[in-house]
T-cell receptor
């Protein structure tokens, strides 16, 4: 069964450094998402991406965050200057089409630890 | 009122038991509903979509009550491997289909 894959599985970074989290969505999917989950809290929406542009973003997704689809397969989340509170699991998800009945499929996440 | 609310549990049940979880949502215009399962420090995995007419997949049954704005998940004949956190996810109308998750209900099945 096709999967969403994410790298790295764990990223440890000093506060203030830039990080790039990578995702390879399922190949025929057109809608891409980033979510995060702080330890012990719920999964929170960050951003959705379609047709090479951001379609929606949450309040969490401030100017320090950006997303990109640099080629036909990768979907990246960049945090420009990390803060301690950015420590969380970051999940990428993708969906085949816009139909609301289509579920989103999640990658296995990147654990980001900011020191 | 929170957008999506779940009883955090934990629900501690013996193997073979039947257990039910509820989830309430605040936006009456919500379009679609899903149950995901999350194991400790892992990604959410789709368990089932929830359809208006209710749907069943093996030991799992999902129901939707739009009038009361809640969805439910019933697990019959619980297995040890069902131990996990069950996340309710709601798709609100508009936008490009962001999912709003509940905080999850923890289930522990014991021998």
């Amino acid at each position: 069964e096709p999967e969403v894959t994410q790298t790295p599985s764990h990223q440890v970074t000093q506060m203030g450094q830039e990080v790039i989290l990578r995702c390879v969505p399922i190949s025929n999917h057109l809608y891409f998402y980033w979510y995060r989950q702080i330890l012990g809290q719920k999964v929170e929406f960050l951003v959705s991406f379609y047709n090479n542009e951001i379609s929606e973003k949450s309040e969490i997704f401030d100017d320090q965050f950006s997303v990109e689809r640099p080629d036909g397969s990768n979907f990246t989340l960049k945090i420009r200057s990390t803060k301690l509170e950015d420590s969380a699991m970051y999940f990428c998800a993708s969906k085949e089409e816009q139909s609301s009945n289509q579920p989103q499929h999640f990658g296995d996440g990147t654990r980001l630890s900011i020191l | 009122r929170k957008e999506v609310e779940q009883d955090p549990g934990p629900f501690n049940v013996p193997e073979g038991a039947t257990v039910a979880f509820n989830c309430t949502y605040s936006n009456s215009a919500s379009q679609s509903f899903f149950w995901y399962r999350q194991d400790c420090r892992k990604e959410p995995k789709l368990l089932m979509s929830v359809y208006s007419s209710g749907n069943e997949d093996g030991r799992f049954t999902a129901q939707l009550n739009r009038a009361s704005q809640y969805i439910s998940l019933l697990i019959r004949d619980s297995k040890l491997s069902d131990s996990a956190t069950y996340l309710c996810a709601v798709l609100f109308s508009g936008g490009y289909n962001k999912l709003i998750f509940g905080a999850g209900t923890r289930l522990a099945v014991h021998p």
